[in-house]
């Protein structure tokens, strides 16, 4: 466990003590965010191979990962 870990429980915890948010629902955040992060990182790879290659596909990708990912992260 790294010290970034912990700190993301540490999240869902001070979530619990200030907020009253029960802490399976901070951990849900915390996976949102991590969730955002990947989305974020395949974006980024999707424009990084545009650039090197053929676009289409990549923007494919980059279309598929904000679409699937924004209604992961919508949904209940």
């Known amino acids: 466990m790294t010290p970034g870990k912990v700190g993301e ?10 907020a ?4 399976a629902s901070g951990v849900a955040v915390v996976f949102c965010e991590r969730l955002a992060d990947l989305i974020a990182v395949i974006a980024l790879s999707a424009g990084a191979v545009s ?26």
């Open 20 to 23: 009253g948010l029960p802490m």
């Open 51 to 76: 650039v090197l290659g053929s676009s289409l596909p990549a923007l494919v990708i980059v279309a598929v990962a904000v679409l699937g990912g924004t209604a992961l992260l919508n949904s209940r």
């Open 9 to 18: 429980v540490l999240k869902a915890y001070l979530a619990r003590e200030f």
